[in-house]
């Protein structure tokens, strides 16, 4: 199993970027995929999910509304674009994989295996 994120970089406040977490190793349709995040000095934390049906995401407050989490299942491929960046939005980002169906899907500690990680850099 293998989980290789990108698309991250720099951008200006109100600018747009979109991430990538291309997988391998097992198919979308059977795990939870998790965008997380970890800023310096704090600690990671969960930024948007999708269910493994498609049917339920997961946005943490302050991105509702500025991230949307789609995948496409061919491409073996989920996406996370984020709109409206801001400097409080700089982190690493780290897509993962759970192997795991239920409501909690948010929870850190259920995803199995993680990829390497992207740098977003917003200057304000």
């Known amino acids: 199993v293998q989980l290789q994120a990108s698309g991250g970089g720099l951008a200006q406040a109100g600018g747009s970027l979109r991430l990538s977490c291309v997988v391998s190793?097992?198919?979308?349709?059977?795990?939870?995929i998790g965008w997380f995040r970890q800023a310096p000095g704090k600690e990671r934390e969960a930024v948007s999910c999708i269910t493994g049906s498609g049917a339920s995401t997961y946005y943490t407050d302050s991105v509702k509304g500025r991230f949307t989490i789609s995948r496409d299942i061919a491409k073996n491929t989920v996406y996370l674009q984020m709109n409206s960046l801001t400097a409080e939005d700089t982190a690493v980002y780290y897509c993962?994989?759970?192997?795991?169906?239920?409501?909690?899907?948010?929870?850190?500690?259920?995803?199995?295996?993680w990829g390497q990680g992207t740098l977003v850099t917003v200057s304000s």
């Open positions: 190793g097992f198919t979308l349709d059977r795990y939870a």
């Open positions: 993962a994989a759970a192997y795991y169906s239920g409501r909690y899907y948010y929870y850190d500690h259920l995803y199995n295996y």
